[in-house]
Every structure is written in C-alpha cells, then in structure tokens.
C-alpha cells in the first residue's frame, strides 16, 4: 500500500492520515512555528538574493553609472563650457528672476518712503502705522477643484508675493504700528472647531453655491481644528517670524512697536446671521478680542466686529435666535465711550511717569458701612480728554449707491465730468463699491448699523475698512459724522486687482499733560499715503517674452554654428567599446587549405619580426598577406592552427582585416559630388539639430530650477 501524500509538512494530522488538507491549521502552536519558518525562509532568500545582487552586478551597475556621471562632469566643467553662450544667457536670466521676484519689491516698498510724502513741521516725531487688508491666504476653499500640482503652486506663490512685500515693508519701513483690517483666510469659517456645532443652521442650508455645496462633505471631512492650526502657523510664517525684521526698538518718541490682527473677516467668521460662533470663539483665542480700543500715537483706534453687528439688522432676526451672535458687539458699542476715555487717561498717566493702573488704600471696613461713592476711577466723566478716534471695520459703511471712490482705484477709474464740470460725476456705478450682498457676504453695512456705529464710538474723525480688495476713498455725510473714509487694497496678488498695495498712515498729535491738544499743534492729525506693490502679472509677461527671445536666439545662433564654424555646445556622444556580440575584424588565411591559423611566437621566431602575435592589416584589393608570413605559419602546429574561432581576432589568433562599412554598403553607383553634398547636408542637420536641444535644454532646466529654488526660499 502507497503511503498517504505528504508534502514535507505536518500541521497537526497524524500520519497516517490519507486524505490532504491544503488549508493551514492553527489549532496548535507547531502549526504557527512551521508558518513562522517559511516566512522566515523566505525572507531570508530575498535578502540573499538582493545582498548577492548588490555585491556583484549592481555594485558593478552602481559604480559604471558612478563612473559615466563623473565622467560627463568631467566634460561639462570645462572653461569652454562654462564660458558659453547659454550660459551667458542663463545669467542673464538670474538678473531677471533676482529683479522679478526679489529686487522689486525693494524698489517699490522704497519709493514709498515716509519722507517721500509725509508733510509734519521739522522737528516732529510721528507715530507710523500700517494697514494690511485682505491677505486671505488660499486654502482648498479658494479654488476648489483645482488639481494638484496647480493648487499647491497658486498656493506657493500667492504666499512667497504677500512674504516678500511684508519683509520689505518691515526692513524698510520700519511701521511703529501694523493692523491687519479681517479675510486673514480665505476658507477659515468653513474648516471644523473641536467644540461647537458647526453646522449651517437648516434655513441657511440652501444658501451655499451650488459649487460649494458640491464639496461641502470633502470639507468637513478633511479640514477640521487640526487644519485651522495649520493655516494658521502658515499665516504666521508669513507675518508674525518677519516682524521681527522691522527692529526691536520703535520709532522716536513712540511708546512701542505693536502688531494687532484681531479684526475678523467675514472669510473668518461669517456674516450677519450666518456667523459661526464656535469659528469666533476660535479666532478670539488664537487672535485677540475682536471688539477692542487702542490707543496709538495719541489717538484712539477702536475695532469693531461689524460682521456680528449686522445679524442685529438681519431679516432673521425674530425669527431664529441671534443674541449669541450680536449680543457681545451691542455690549462692547454700549461701553465703548468709557473704554475710551479710560484708555486716554491711562496714555496720559505713562507719559506722565506715573502708574499706569489705579492704586487703592488698603483698609478694612464692614461690608454694610463701606463707602462706594467715592473710588477711584480712570473715567473723568464726558468733559475729560479725547483723542482723535479712528473706526476700524472690515466691512466698508454704507454709502448711496454709485457713490464713487475716486482716482486711485484700480478696476474703474471715475466717469469724466461734462465739460464745465469739476465736481465728480455722482452717480458713477462703475468706480463705486457696489452697494450689494450674497451667500456670507454684504459689500456695504446696512444704513442704520452704519448711523449707530459712527454715533456709538463718537468723535470719529476717520474710518479705515477693507472686503473690497481694491482701494476706495469717501466722505460720507453728515448722518455719519462727515467720516472720510479709506477702504483699503488686499496686498495679496489673487484677490482681483492686478496692483496690491497697503495703507501707510503717519500720526502726529502732540498733548499736554492732561491729554489737550498742544498750542499750535496742527489741525489734521492724520497723514495717508497708498502703497502699490508689483504687478505679478506685468513680471509674468517680461519672463514669457524673454524666455520666447531666448530660444529665438538659440535657434538663430545653432543655424551659425556650420555656417561661421562656431563652437558648438553640445559635445560629442561618449564613444563606449564596442559590443563583443559582432565582430569588427576577421582573420584571413590564404593558405593552401584556406583555414584559419595562428601564429604564436617560438624560440626559432625573433620577437623582433612579429612583435605581436596578433596582427592587423589594412590590405587593399589584391593584395596578399600570406606572402608576409612565410614558412613560419606553414611550421605551425596543427592543435594550434585550429584554436581560434574564426573571426574573433584574439590574441594570438593570426592576422586580421577590418570589416569597412563600404564592404557592404557600396555607393559607388552615386557620384562622387553628390555623395559629399548629401553628407554634409546630413552633418550640418544633426549639427544644428544637436545644437538647438541641447542649448534650449540647458537654458530652461537652469532657469526653471533657479526660479524653483527662488519659490522655496519664499
């Protein structure tokens, strides 16, 4: 009888089992051993395998590619490549690219300097200020469905414009102050906070785009806190690391240098109804209060929230709940003349030397006899000092409709007057922000936030706004207290205006020491000048127009290169052995036989005569070699006459002759003239074409990785 069928393993049956299981049981522990052996056997051959290949061919694949790279190395560091024309041309191109996305923003940021425009009595020490609006860094929510890698490198870019201008501002203009005026992202009111319902309520639900709708589920399964914190350590990279940069010391007479970016967007947040608590919540924490007085070079800087602001106007009100969203703002606006007024006279009370806080007499007094009437108090009450007050809103306030914005606005400029006219022409849509509003934005404040808010703050001299992106320039009436108002340019490159900029604004208020105005202190405060950033676009189009230039200029002068023998750039192909496979000699024999033979030297045969035994011969037609031989090759032996191969010209092995191209190839039936005119079209060709690869290759990967390297810098 057979024995049962094993085939070398036994997980567990007894042998004299006649049937075979092909599955594997791990019923005990010496079936998991025998699993846990073949894994390991296995493993244990593929690193053999991949040890014995490393130690053999691919050591010896490693070290020829090794060799083959020093080699071409080697060739290309000659002076004569060094020196050449496409490389004169990627040096010109470092010049361009170092101007283009470095040396202008120096250029322009200088042209802006304080003393270029700023017009105080000789003498005074003003505080400087800078508004920075809209950087709204892009984010999965700017272009959604961008692929990748077009989405990281708009990302890239848009950061590397805005990090560059903020250095330059920082290096060269050293602003005391810096507000950021709200959209400090792009996408921060859609990403998830780890506490909060975050939902949109079920009667704004409608109200997304279509195309946002479309990736509403990606977004709140992808982006959450985590991500938030992210945006926000990019947001940070870009503005907080640099300010370091603008000094540690502030300007003459300043008290110090403060950066405030508490001021939310509705790109932040939401607007009106529709603003995420939890996403405020969030932003207060990370950011500041967004509801908050300033006192900045004796003047009062109050920041409003105007996006929660707006839900006490909404059409929703009364019928969804909205205190949690406008109950803080209408609090802060109840209290806001008394916040300032303490803040002036704690300003004084520095510049006076004194304690900054109230100090109070330690005593112990019985609760019901305590006297409360008479405490120390910072609030003197409506006849004390005021400073100049400036409003801080990211929403513009409201104006009438076609109300226009001025000269420097980017997008429109203002409609010409009839002649006879010098009043601008009123109305004029196309300058004007239009008074207008969709999904989680409104371009204007409604009408009465705008009244309340200017009246709430009080003695407001000027208002500074952004949202728009482009630059805007009112004087609103007097139901809003003849507030001049600035709406301020995105610096980013990516919000809709081809020219960025920011709002440089120079204080100058000189006090006595009770906080009054100085006799002879000038009647205008305040100082404003707009700073225009490069127009990428305009960048864009010198490189494309160059680059064009370049590989015109390439082809022109690889067609020079045959025609005035120019040097040429590309080098010639490596000439590698050549293949042992096929033969490029053969050994001949004119003996009487007609086989091959071999020739090795004797002690009858001078070293002087055959000075090698192999030998090769570049006889013409008709011409015999056998005659060169003589008796010696007769002598041979016949074991040595039948070692060679025919054909393979090894040592020893006899004479050779060159097996030509011609051999095989003959063209004599073509004339002689005609044969060298084609083959020296053939040449100039592959010259030219040789030529104009390998100088436009050069050229581009150079560049193209100079400007890559300039990205990553930032």
């Known amino acids: 009888m057979a024995p049962p069928y094993s085939n070398g393993y036994n997980y567990g049956y007894p042998s004299s089992t006649s049937s075979y299981d092909y599955g594997y049981s791990l019923r005990n522990n010496g079936d998991f051993q025998s699993i846990c052996d073949d894994i390991f056997a296995v493993t244990r051959t593929m690193l053999h395998r991949m040890s014995t290949y490393a130690n053999g061919p691919g050591r010896r694949a490693a070290w020829n590619l090794a060799t083959k790279a020093v080699q071409q190395f080697k060739r290309n560091m000659t002076r004569r490549r060094l020196l050449s024309f496409p490389h004169a041309l990627f040096a010109l191109w470092i010049l361009v690219l170092l101007w283009g996305e470095r040396w202008i923003f120096a250029s322009r940021v200088n042209s802006c300097d304080w003393d270029h425009w700023e017009n105080w009595p000789a003498g005074t020490t003003p505080h400087r200020l800078i508004f920075v609006a809209d950087p709204q860094i892009i984010d999965p929510h700017s272009y959604p469905g961008r692929p990748w890698p077009l989405n990281p490198l708009t990302i890239a870019i848009t950061d590397n414009y805005m990090r560059r201008s903020y250095k330059q501002l920082q290096k060269v203009l050293h602003p005391d102050t810096v507000f950021f005026l709200g959209d400090l992202f792009d996408g921060g009111r859609e990403w998830k906070t780890a506490r909060g319902d975050f939902e949109d309520p079920d009667w704004a639900k409608d109200h997304r785009p279509a195309l946002e709708q479309k990736y509403l589920k990606e977004w709140r399964r992808k982006y959450g806190e985590e991500y938030w914190l992210e945006e926000y350590g990019r947001f940070g990279n870009i503005f907080y690391d640099n300010w370091g940069l603008g000094g540690v010391f502030p300007g003459a007479g300043q008290r110090g240098r403060k950066i405030i970016s508490s001021l939310p967007g509705n790109h932040d947040l939401g607007f009106g109804a529709e603003v995420k608590v939890p996403a405020r919540h969030r932003f207060n924490a ?17 920041s409003v929230d105007t996006l929660s602001l707006s839900a006490d106007s909404s059409s929703m009100k009364g019928q969804v709940e909205l205190q949690p969203i406008y109950g803080p703002v209408l609090e802060f606006l109840k209290g806001v003349k008394a916040t300032k007024r303490r803040a002036v006279q704690k300003e004084v009370r520095f510049w006076r030397g004194e304690v900054e806080d109230l100090t109070f007499q330690q005593k112990v007094e019985d609760v019901d006899t305590a006297d409360y009437t008479n405490l120390p108090t910072m609030d003197k009450g409506e006849s004390a000092p005021d400073f100049p007050t400036i409003l801080l809103t990211h929403v513009p306030l409201y104006r009438d409709p076609g109300t226009p914005c001025g000269p420097l606005r980017e997008h429109w400029p203002p409609a010409k007057p009839p002649k006879g006219q010098t009043s601008p022409v009123i109305p004029d849509h196309r300058n004007a922000i239009s008074v207008s509003g969709g999904y989680q934005y409104q371009n204007v404040l409604n009408p009465e936030d705008s009244v309340n808010l200017v009246k709430s703050v009080g003695n407001v001299i000027h208002a500074f706004s952004g949202d728009d992106h482009d630059y805007c320039e009112v004087v609103h009436p007097p139901e809003r207290g003849n507030v001049r108002e600035i709406t301020v340019k995105s610096i980013s490159m990516a919000m809709g205006v081809q020219i960025p900029g920011f709002q440089m604004v120079s204080l100058y208020n000189p006090i006595d020491g009770q906080g009054n105005p100085m006799p002879g202190a000038p009647k205008t405060t305040l100082q404003t000048h707009l700073c225009l950033l490069p127009q990428q676009l305009s960048t864009y189009v010198t490189y494309a127009v160059l680059g064009a230039l370049t590989v015109l200029i390439l082809i022109a002068r690889a067609f020079l290169v045959p025609v005035l023998n120019l040097q040429p750039f590309a080098l010639d192909p490596i000439q590698h052995p050549p293949s042992a496979l096929l033969p490029i000699f053969k050994a001949k024999s004119e003996g009487e036989d007609g086989g091959a033979f071999d020739v090795k030297p004797t002690s009858n ?50 004479p050779r002759i060159e097996i030509r191209r011609d051999a095989y190839f003959d063209e004599t039936w073509k004339p002689a003239a005609a044969r060298s005119r084609a083959r020296a079209v053939g040449s100039r060709i592959e010259i030219i074409l040789r030529e104009i690869w390998t100088t436009v290759w050069r050229v581009v990967w150079l560049v193209l990785g100079f400007f890559a390297w300039l990205t990553w810098r930032g």
């Open 286 to 302: 990370y950011f500041g209060e967004t509801n908050r007085v300033d006192v900045i070079g004796n003047h009062t800087f109050v």
């Open 605 to 654: 045969t001078s070293s002087s005569k055959f000075p090698s035994a192999r030998m090769s011969s570049t006889r013409t037609r008709g011409q015999s070699i056998s005659n060169a031989l003589g008796t010696q090759a007769r002598g041979a032996s016949p074991n040595e006459k039948t070692k060679g191969k025919w054909g393979w010209g090894q040592q020893g092995r006899g």
